[in-house]
C-alpha cells in the first residue's frame, strides 16, 4: 500500500485499510499517513483498523504491530486536522484472548499540510 501511494499522483475522495496496519511497524505506519494524506483530495478521508496496545508498541506473538491509540493520535495528528479513534465493542479472538482493535477516521481540510 505504501508503495502505490508514494509512487502514484491519483487523488482519492476516500482511502480504506481494513486489516492491513497491524503489518506495519511505526515507521511504516507513519509513511502510510503521510502518503494518504498527500493522496487525497481536499476534504478527502482515510479511514483504517487497527490493533491496540495499552501503553507501548508492540510486536504481539502472531507476528502483529499493535499501535497504543495515544500514538497514532499524534502521528495521524502530524497530517490529518480531523482524527477520531473509537474503540471496537468487537473485532476478533485469537488463541482464545479478544484482540482489542480500533478505528480510525482522519479527514484532510480543503487544503494539504
Known sequence: MNVYLRGTE????IIVASSVVHFF???MLEA????SARSLAPFGSLIFSFDVAI????????GFWEHPISQVDA??????????IQILEFSRIERG????SAV??????NFHK
Open 10 to 13: 491519483s487523488t482519492f475522495h
Open 75 to 84: 502521528l495521524a495528528s502530524k497530517y490529518f486536522n480531523h482524527v477520531e
Open 55 to 62: 501503553d507501548k508498541v508492540r510486536l504481539n506473538s502472531k
Open 32 to 35: 502510510f499517513l503521510n502518503y
Open 25 to 27: 511497524t511505526p515507521l
Open 104 to 109: 480510525a477516521s482522519l479527514n484532510l481540510p
Open 97 to 100: 484472548k479478544r484482540v482489542l
